[in-house]
């Protein structure tokens, strides 16, 4: 160093002559990456918080269902006028339940109960569902018959819709679904308390319903939970069994390739090829009942198993080569090394896998359409062999109903199925961290 | 080991289940995405009314894919019941008979109108079928020559109209109502503008002929909607001028926010329907498999309640919900043949 620097002091004052390796070019490329990349996120992110906000805020009023509570007399003379209960207990199925609460309504609007016009209005605020409410109160205690009862009935889905404020009541009288006699009334009704929201149990609870103020997503989500174990009890052993032997045990051959090939191609299928596949091998040849819960599990458990098998593949793969030469060295058989050393490691992964393919299975419609499980189901589901919808199905049933009310409830719907979506991905990740193991 | 004995258990249980699956008790309907909304409300009340019977499964789908499940044979695995808003065309009538369902109960249920509706905030439209054709069909007769439809403004087609752009937002065609719609205002425009006659001298073939005047114009004016009314309502709010097909219940739920346009100077409501004046309407109807009558508990009861006139009458649920309900005549006489077990 002494050396150069005496030989020549001319370089010791001035900088020394760097060469010319383009750094600011290279930073400023760096600098423009990180730019896209900021880009490209907060494009992803702004399209989510958009799709988040719509759905949330049209959809954050479906968990509120207003309810009327008016005291219902339960009139003999309407229920049962000829007092044949005690030889003929039909006659309590088939009384005219809904007038009971017709007439306590307009007792406490003070509508006359001669002027028919008014009473059609009063009748179309309450939900048709009240004859069903009423007919089971009288069924579970006939000692009631003769008295007065306050009754929670559900409003009308127009009544509610108008109550949330999604009726546009600017326009003329004649151009909604609503009058402006019904308007006031429900001030009326929520200045006294009588009519107010309440938490909407009835969207998790009840079954399908042409009336919106009574759907829910009940038969579709037993439909939808049958179908995940189908999918969890089947996909799971076979696609975890199918890729620990084409891993461990299969050799390599152009059999073994094509297999490979096949199983990668299958993950890309679209999903209504095995709607069409389940209509013809469950439906017509196996002879197993259409719109069950059972058949959409079976197909979705053929859509689901290639996703299942590549991750589990990928995570056996994952796993060192060190741990299996170690296992055999010690003397454990290639049974024994897998199942007690590789499979425990790769287990993260595998579950992982499972759980997107889970969630994957959860979201679909297209191949439900085929087996007939897009449809209107009113009676809960006692086994997976009975008729039954899904989550999505429902989501894409009600968002084609004309009803106001139900454009809430697609929404909330959506909120519902995105929450399980949501709690299975954090599983997962949950799964992956608790254990993962490094080396 | 576990994982390998959980399997078994799955195959078995599956198995288990298999055999288990002979009878049903539950009616099952498939068929149109129209008649669908009336479908379920009668299914619904039927299931509130008879406990001791399941509310029937009603799936959508379309018309021709119900038809299509009810012509697959006779048996439990089958359907019941395929509602359609269209008529059973001859070729699935002979599908069917191949597959063994040779006897077929048709049941017309009501009508349903189809309805022009706008936005709220433009100015009335008052048309008449001709009005449609000429803004609307591919081709136009002008000097004795077959061109282009050259009409972009509504105003073009008739200074009556309002001076905006021609934006049609129709049903698609694999919906029944395209059918009705080509039939009802195309075909009528066609011969109302005499473009019939002249297309017939231009094109000799009768069926062409006929082809040529419910064409409709492919240049982007007309847009095919191929998913259910929520979606055309969606393209209306998007473009303030567009004019869309409903069908008459749905436009009566969101008449809020759409405006509707008279055909001929009718305006489209349940009575108007009822008594012939709006012209654009047709029947809806569902088939019921004979075969399958005595032998799936409560098929007989469905269909008996949804022709009663507590749901189909006058003053019923699905008139309320806008089905426009037959005559009375006509109502009673779709009971008595039914009841007589009358087959196509």
């Known amino acids: 160093m002494t050396d150069i620097t005496s030989a020549d002091p001319m370089v010791l004052t001035a900088a020394p002559p760097r060469r010319e390796i383009g750094i600011k070019r290279r930073y400023a490329a760096e600098r423009r990456f990180r730019l896209y990349g900021i880009l490209a996120i907060s494009f992803g992110v702004i399209f989510l918080l958009l799709l988040l906000w719509s759905v949330v805020s049209k959809g954050y009023t479906a968990f509120l269902q207003t309810e009327i509570t008016v005291p219902v007399t339960f009139t003999e003379k309407v229920i049962d006028p000829q007092n044949t209960r005690a030889t003929n207990p039909a006659v309590l199925m088939a009384a005219n339940y809904p007038v009971l609460a017709r007439d306590a309504l307009a007792k406490e609007l003070g509508v006359d109960p001669a002027d028919r016009a008014a009473l059609k209005e009063v009748n179309s605020m309450i939900s048709a569902s009240v004859r069903v409410q009423l007919r089971d109160i009288v069924v579970n205690d006939p000692s009631v018959i003769g008295k007065t009862v306050p009754v929670k009935v559900l409003a009308e889905g127009n009544v509610d819709a108008a109550y949330k404020g999604h009726i546009d009541l600017s326009v003329p009288e004649s151009d909604r679904k609503i009058s402006d006699r019904q308007l006031g009334w429900i001030q009326q009704l929520a200045a006294k308390g009588e009519l107010a929201s309440r938490f909407n149990t009835g969207l998790f609870v009840n079954g399908a319903s042409s009336r919106p103020e009574a759907a829910g997503v009940g038969v579709a989500l037993i439909g939808s939970f049958f179908m995940m174990l189908i999918v969890l009890a089947l996909a799971l052993p076979i696609g975890v069994a199918a890729s620990i032997y084409l891993e461990e045990f299969a050799p390599k051959n152009r059999l073994t390739d094509l297999i490979e090939v096949n199983i990668n191609n299958l993950a890309a299928v679209p999903s209504i090829v095995y709607g069409l596949l389940g209509l013809a091998v469950f439906i017509n040849f196996a002879g197993l009942p259409r719109s069950a819960s059972l058949v959409g599990g079976l197909v979705l458990t053929l859509m689901t198993l290639p996703t299942i098998i590549i991750a589990t593949r990928a995570a056996l793969k994952a796993v060192p080569p060190s741990i299996r030469a170690a296992a055999l060295g010690l003397g454990a058989s290639k049974m024994q090394t897998i199942f007690h050393h590789v499979l425990p490691l790769a287990m993260p992964g595998i579950l992982t896998g499972t759980i997107i393919g889970l969630a994957h299975a959860l979201g679909e419609t297209a191949p439900l359409l085929l087996i007939g499980m897009v449809a209107f189901v009113a009676d809960f589901p006692a086994t997976p062999l009975q008729p039954s919808t899904a989550l999505p199905v429902q989501i894409y049933m009600w968002a084609n109903e004309a009803e106001r009310a139900f454009v809430e409830r697609t929404s909330g719907a959506i909120i519902i199925l995105l929450l399980f979506l949501l709690a299975m991905n954090i599983g997962a990740v949950i799964l992956r961290r608790r254990f993962e193991r490094r080396w | ?344």
């Open chain 2, 1 to 344: 080991m576990t994982l390998l004995k959980l399997s078994a258990a799955a195959l078995v249980a599956s198995v288990a289940f298999a055999g288990a699956a002979a009878a049903r008790d539950q009616v099952q309907i498939a068929g149109s995405s129209t008649v669908l909304p009336y479908a379920k409300i009668v299914a619904e009340s039927f299931g509130e009314t008879f406990p001791n019977f399941k509310s029937p499964i009603v799936e959508s789908g379309g018309s021709s894919a119900g038809l299509k499940e009810f012509c697959k044979g006779v048996g439990p695995e089958t359907i019941d019941i395929a509602n359609a808003s269209r008529p059973i065309k001859s070729s699935e009538v002979e599908a069917c008979k191949a597959a063994g369902v040779t006897e077929i109960q048709e049941v017309r249920i009501g009508y349903d109108g189809i309805v022009f509706a706008t936005d709220k905030g433009i100015a009335d439209i008052n048309f008449v079928p001709a009005d449609v054709y000429k803004a609307l069909a591919a081709q136009l007769v002008i000097d004795g020559k077959l061109v282009a439809n050259p009409n972009k403004k509504w105003s073009d087609v008739n200074p009556k109209l309002p001076n905006i752009d021609i934006a049609a937002y129709i049903p698609g065609e694999k919906h029944g109502t395209r059918e009705v719609f080509e039939e009802k205002l195309l075909a009528h425009g066609c011969k109302d503008t005499g473009a019939a006659d002249e297309i017939k001298k231009l094109i000799t073939d009768e069926k062409a002929a006929a082809k040529a005047c419910v064409a409709v114009r492919k240049d982007g004016v007309a847009v095919d909607i191929d998913g259910d009314y929520t979606e055309t309502l969606a393209r209306i709010a998007a473009n303030k001028n567009g004019v869309g097909v409903f069908g008459l219940s749905f436009y009566e739920n969101n008449a809020d926010k759409l405006k509707v346009a008279t055909v001929s100077g009718v305006v489209p409501t349940v009575e108007s329907i009822a008594k012939g004046e709006y012209p654009v309407s047709r029947p809806l109807f569902f088939y019921v498999k004979k075969a399958h009558l005595g032998v799936i508990p409560g098929l007989k009861e469905y269909v008996e309640f949804f022709l009663g006139d507590a749901m189909v009458g006058p003053d019923s649920p699905l008139a309320e919900y806008g089905l426009v309900p037959a005559p009375d005549a006509e109502r009673e006489k779709a009971r008595t043949d039914f009841a007589a077990g009358k087959t196509l």
